[in-house]
């Protein structure tokens, strides 16, 4: 299941909190009895997986074990299983015949290839912006930088009012996460970069946007190797 769109709740605020992730005449406390059905099962699992995955916890190529999964997550392998075959179908978890279910292999060319249809995919998005479309800013960055990206680039779907070009870049968003959490330890100025971008967006006309575009990836493309390298040696 991807992702959904990003919304203001979402957003970790520049000072430190979090907005909640309920309504403010919704929020109550929890009475600790939780409803349990097939459905509900599967779907808890289904994200305690996949937000273990794309936190970096995992390294490429680990192995992933239905059966300790289903201990840490006290449910049956089967929803695991069932999870992982879902996890696979959107391409964040590789399954091998008789080797069960891992975690994919990142490569330079992989990773490159990457960010260069996210570049790709974000120009297609700024084409498809309508002339008198209203600029919808960019109030709050998240506080983890490696969730920035994300946020950004939600305003391009956003904009563009498509869809399928937002189930594409949430897809793109899962795929690329735990290169972001690399590019905090590779890269400097994260902030200073995602703020241009933030205001660029704001005021900027679509060419300098679509440079913008080229110059956020041409950075990363030219430091795969050193990307590549911390996605398999993370702490």
Not at 50 to 60: N, T
Request: aromatic fraction near 6%; charged fraction near 25%; glycine fraction near 6%.
């Amino acid at each position: 299941m991807a992702q959904r769109a990003i919304r203001a709740d979402d957003r970790l605020f520049l000072g430190g909190e979090r907005a909640p992730d309920c309504a403010p005449d919704q929020c109550r406390p929890s009475s600790g009895i939780v409803p349990v059905n097939a459905g509900a099962t599967a779907d808890r699992v289904y994200e305690a997986i996949k937000r273990q995955l794309l936190s970096g916890q995992v390294l490429p190529g680990e192995r992933l074990d239905p059966a300790r999964f289903a201990d840490d997550l006290h449910a049956s392998k089967t929803p695991v299983r069932d999870a992982l075959h879902r996890l696979s179908g959107e391409r964040l978890v590789d399954t091998r015949p008789g080797e069960g279910f891992h975690l994919p292999m990142v490569t330079e060319p992989s990773l490159r290839d990457l960010y260069v249809w996210n570049a790709s995919l974000l120009r297609l998005l700024v084409g498809a912006w309508p002339r008198d479309v209203e600029r919808q800013t960019v109030t709050h960055l998240p506080v983890d930088l490696g969730r920035t990206p994300e946020t950004l680039f939600g305003v391009f779907a956003a904009r563009a009012g498509h869809g399928e070009f937002m189930r594409q870049l949430e897809a793109t968003n899962d795929r690329l996460a735990t290169a972001r959490i690399a590019e905090v330890q590779v890269l400097t100025g994260l902030e200073t970069e995602a703020r241009s971008f933030a205001e660029a967006l704001d005021r900027a006309p679509r060419a300098a946007i679509l440079h913008a575009i080229a110059t956020y990836h041409r950075r990363r493309v030219r430091v795969i190797a050193d990307l590549v390298h911390t996605m398999y040696h993370r702490n």
